[in-house]
């Protein structure tokens, strides 16, 4: 990449110059798994107030996430349930305590503000939840829904909380008049529109939304996609839009942040991240989006084996445990074919995915007519000999400590910048195949 390009690559995407207006720096949650009997026994009381840790085990549920956001963009925040990202929303907005990490609204460290600035700046960020049937209580009527924030603040008298309640339900596309009805009279959609007039009651700047449409017919999320939109562009509003659904990010985002177990794995603008993804995960969930032709049934890409538990996720990239582009480790000269016939029986062995047979069918099945040359080939034949045996852990470790382990994969956490192909924002994807032509960051 020239410097020009380089240059290009590393200027923010929307309102370019100004600084952002969310900046999220390192943050990291991880909470006490305190499940179970072992983790009970885990822990004794201290000499001291507390507990004293004794192994204790920790859910990584967000690790080192770093990103900005720029005043008036929707960022996308998308993953497979349980990657982190309800945990990540709650801990920017200072919900939930971080374990590690900074977040920065407006250039100030939320996190150090005392408690008055705190709720000040509370004002000025809201959130959304997925749920809009238990996020509204049942015994209240819409109005006083929509002005209870108000009141919370101290923002105008009854009767302007009144009018503003009133002027907020037609902009989300409500009746005004519908102002003293109860929430049950209301169907999912309409009650998502009242959870957003009552979240802008209070004019904040930025609003997250996790998971808003998750729970509406397919029919009715795009009609409140495009009300938030209109919304977004009269208010002047930031979002950090959380989905586990491609289709409605693709909808809504101007960038789109892609997380896996816990870490950020791509970022990229709309446009470049659909059109030029870069990370095999991102690539994988592009193909398991279900296509939209009816002659074409279910979805394609779907991705090999579970995600692992965030208590011990994967050195290195979290991703390469179920990564079909895992790199070769350098000690051993694979061509391209041999390295992924090694990749495919270290993962059937470690999943114990297939029937024994003699060394002969496991070599032909895996190998074809000739194992790869040197070293490497030796390791498989030892461990075809400890299959033979029954003793498929041990031919499960040989295999990952000889190939597996020595992989950059296993070793480095990827970081790098790429050229984009699409408009002139940073792309990030986190991915050592991009060691040579991306950027370190
Ligand atoms: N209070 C908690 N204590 C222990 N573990 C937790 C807690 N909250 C979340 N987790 C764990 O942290 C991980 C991330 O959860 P989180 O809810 O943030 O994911 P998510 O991507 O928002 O998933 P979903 O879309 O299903 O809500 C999960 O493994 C979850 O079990």
């Known amino acids: 990449m020239s410097d020009t390009e380089r240059q290009t690559a590393t ?100 996190a150090a503000m005392d408690g008055e600035t705190l709720r000040r700046n509370r004002r000025d960020i809201q959130m959304i939840f997925q749920d809009p049937q238990s996020s509204l209580d049942p015994r209240m009527k819409v109005g006083k829904i929509v002005e209870e924030p108000m009141r919370a603040h101290g923002m105008y008298d009854e009767s302007g909380r009144e009018a503003r309640a009133r002027e907020l339900l037609s902009k989300v596309g409500l009746d005004p008049q519908h102002y003293n009805r109860y929430p049950h009279a209301f169907s999912g959609g309409q009650r998502q529109r009242i959870n957003l007039a009552r979240a802008l009651s209070v004019n904040p700047d930025f609003v997250v939304c996790d998971e808003p449409v998750s729970a509406l017919d397919v029919s009715i999320q795009a009609q409140v996609l495009n009300t938030m939109r209109e919304l977004q562009a009269e208010f002047g509003l930031t979002y950090l839009f959380i989905a586990h659904d491609l289709s409605v990010i693709r909808h809504i985002s101007d960038r789109v942040a892609v997380m896996y177990l816990g870490q950020l794995v791509e970022l990229a603008e709309k446009e470049e991240l659909f059109e030029n993804p870069q990370h095999p995960y991102t690539r994988a969930l592009l193909e398991s989006i279900p296509v939209p032709d009816p002659r074409v049934e279910g979805t394609r890409g779907v991705l090999e084996g ?68 040197g070293e490497a080939g030796r390791i498989v034949s030892r461990a075809i000999d ?56």
């Open 306 to 373: 579970d995600v692992p538990s965030p208590i011990e996720p994967p050195s290195g990239c979290r991703f390469r445990t179920r990564c079909p582009e895992l790199i070769a480790p350098s000690a051993f000269e694979l061509t391209d074919e041999e390295w992924a016939q090694v990749r495919q029986f270290t993962r059937s062995v470690t999943r114990h995915s297939f029937e024994l047979a003699g060394a002969n069918a496991i070599r032909a099945e895996f190998f074809g007519p000739r194992l790869p040359d």
């Open 386 to 441: 400890l299959l033979v045996d029954d003793r498929w852990d041990e031919a499960a470790a040989l295999l990952t400590e000889s190939f597996t382990d020595p992989s950059i994969c296993a070793r480095e956490r990827p970081r790098y910048e790429v050229p984009a192909e699409y408009g002139s924002g940073r792309h990030v994807a986190e991915c050592h195949r991009h060691r040579e032509d991306g950027s370190g960051r």
């Open 11 to 110: 200027e923010p995407t929307v309102a370019s110059r100004d600084d952002p207006l969310l900046r999220v720096e390192g943050l990291t949650k991880h909470f006490p798994n305190d499940e179970g009997f072992l983790s009970w026994l885990q822990l004794r009381p201290g000499d001291g107030d507390g507990l004293v840790d004794l192994g204790r085990e920790w859910v990584r549920a967000v690790e080192d996430v770093s990103f900005e956001i720029y005043e008036g963009e929707t960022l996308g925040l998308v993953g497979e349930s349980g990657c982190g990202k309800s945990t990540l929303a709650r801990t920017i907005l200072q919900l939930i305590e971080p374990t590690d990490g900074s977040v920065y609204f407006r250039g100030e460290d939320l």
